[in-house]
């Protein structure tokens, strides 16, 4: 059954805490995206990567950082640098190349304590 | 200027009316679109990518003018189903990175 899983579904950061997002897929695609969103906001890109270890950030990368070891998988980290962490965040993967649809995961929504 | 600007709606309609909604872009050089779905509280998924030729998926009918920067999405004959959030999305110029709008919502009452 392919597709891609975050993990949790539900997060809370206390205050100066750091928390990762999970983010795998099995859908052998090469690029792997990071987006927030906030109510009444389009989604908004934090990082992505089109090939292992390597990411470029997007456009609020402030407050985040990501890694790419495996194909696979692509954690986010919220660091305690983002005052404002409190939003639904979506991966996302595509075959990076054509159309470039991307296909997302469930989501997590992290809140703060 | 925002990269893609919706109308957020809410578009109330009866089942089985038509709704109709645009979306416009900002960056000439744009080569994919696409509209999206998005539930409430779930992730966005593809509906249709939108061609220059207008293109149709059953009661979907998505059009695209590069002259007029804009791209439309018409629902037929609407199902209680179709209530949800519509994500408009373009492509970046060169580049694989996408640029979403805030979404128009559409509710059908029965």
């Known amino acids: 059954d392919g597709g891609i899983t975050q993990s949790p579904k539900y997060l809370f950061r206390k205050e100066g805490q750091n928390v990762t997002l999970s983010c795998e897929q099995n859908?052998?695609?090469?690029?792997m995206y990071w987006y927030r969103q906030d109510p009444g906001q389009g989604l908004r890109l934090i990082y992505y990567?089109?090939?292992?270890?390597?990411?470029q950030k997007g456009d609020i990368a402030e407050g985040y950082s990501v890694s790419r070891e495996k194909k696979e998988s692509f954690p986010l980290t919220v660091t305690s640098a983002q005052k404002n962490p409190t939003a639904f965040y979506l991966c996302?993967?595509?075959?990076?190349?054509?159309?470039?649809?991307?296909?997302f995961g469930a989501g997590t929504r992290l809140s703060v304590l | 200027r925002k990269e893609v600007e919706q109308d957020p709606g809410p578009f109330n309609v009866p089942e089985g009316a038509t709704v109709a909604f645009n979306c416009t872009y900002s960056?000439?050089?744009?080569?994919?679109f696409f509209w999206y779905r998005q539930d409430c509280r779930k992730e966005p998924k593809l509906l249709m990518s939108?061609?220059?030729s207008g293109n149709e998926d059953g009661r979907f009918t998505a059009q695209l003018n590069r002259a007029s920067q804009y791209i439309s999405l018409l629902i037929r004959d609407s199902k209680l189903s179709d209530s949800a959030t519509y994500l408009c999305?373009?492509?970046?110029?060169?580049?694989?990175?996408?640029?979403f709008g805030a979404g128009t919502t559409v509710t059908v009452r029965a």
């Open positions: 996302a993967s595509s075959i990076s190349r054509g159309e470039n649809i991307q296909y």
């Open positions: 859908l052998n695609h090469d690029a």
């Open positions: 990567s089109q090939i292992v270890n390597d990411f």
């Open positions: 960056n000439s050089a744009s080569q994919s």
């Open positions: 939108v061609y220059s």
């Open positions: 999305v373009v492509n970046r110029y060169n580049d694989y990175k996408l640029s």
